[in-house]
C-alpha cells in the first residue's frame, strides 16, 4: 500500500512534467490492450500472489471496458500451522479517462468482482464466497503507445458467505477501500 502512495504522487509529478509534449500516447476509441494486474499489494510476500491477467477495451476516446480473470495463491506459515490459500474470481469494469498530458490519464470507474476462495489451516478448512461492487479511482501512465501501467485504489461493499469445517458459516458485509492494485497494460 506504501509503494502505492509513492507512486501515484510520482504519476502525477510525470504528468505535469510532461504536459508540452507535442505526441500523445492515451488511447482511443477502439484500442485494445492485454492486463497484467497485482493486487493486494500490502499482502505480496516471497510465497505468495494476488492479480489476474485480462483485456481492456475502449468503447470511445475517454471511456474503457475492462475485464479480468482473477487469481491468487499464498502459502504460509503462521505460529506452527500450515496455512493453503487459492482463490479464483472474474471481474468487470467501466472507466472513465480524462487524460492529463500526452503519456497520463487519471480515471474514475466501478467494477463488479465474483471471487472463491479455498483455504485449508492445520485441522480446518473453509470455502468462501464473495462478490463486491464498488468504485476505482486510478492514474495510467503511458510509457510508450504500447505499454502503461496503472495505480489503483478500489473502494465499495462486499458481501461474504464462508463455510467451515466441521459445519459454521458466517456471513460478512464489509465497506470501504478494498485494495491497491498495480496494472501493466501491453495495447495493440
Not at 464473495?130 to 495505480?151: C, H, T
Amino acid at each position: 500500500m506504501r509503494r502505492l502512495i509513492i507512486l501515484l504522487p510520482v504519476l502525477i509529478f510525470l504528468a505535469f512534467a510532461d504536459a508540452q509534449s507535442q505526441t500523445t500516447n492515451v488511447p482511443s476509441n477502439g484500442s485494445k490492450a492485454l492486463l497484467f494486474d497485482f493486487a493486494g499489494l500490502s499482502d505480496l510476500g516471497a510465497n505468495a500472489y494476488n492479480g489476474g491477467i485480462g483485456g481492456k477495451y475502449f468503447l470511445s476516446d475517454q471511456m474503457a471496458l475492462r475485464a479480468m480473470l482473477l487469481f491468487g495463491l499464498d502459502n504460509r506459515t503462521f505460529a506452527g500451522a500450515k496455512n493453503d490459500d487459492i482463490q479464483f474470481g472474474l471481474s468487470a469494469g467501466l472507466e472513465c479517462h480524462l487524460p492529463i498530458s500526452a503519456h497520463v490519464s487519471p480515471y474514475l470507474g466501478g467494477m463488479l468482482i465474483a471471487k472463491t476462495e479455498d483455504t485449508k489451516m492445520t485441522g480446518a478448512t473453509s470455502t468462501s464466497t464473495s462478490v463486491e461492487v464498488g468504485g476505482i479511482a486510478g492514474v495510467e501512465y503511458f510509457f510508450s503507445k504500447n505499454i502503461s501501467l496503472a495505480a489503483e485504489y478500489q473502494f465499495g461493499l462486499t458481501a461474504t458467505n464462508t463455510t467451515q469445517s466441521p459445519g459454521s458459516t458466517k456471513q460478512e458485509l464489509q465497506i470501504g477501500f478494498q485494495t491497491a492494485d498495480l496494472t501493466l497494460g501491453v495495447y495493440f
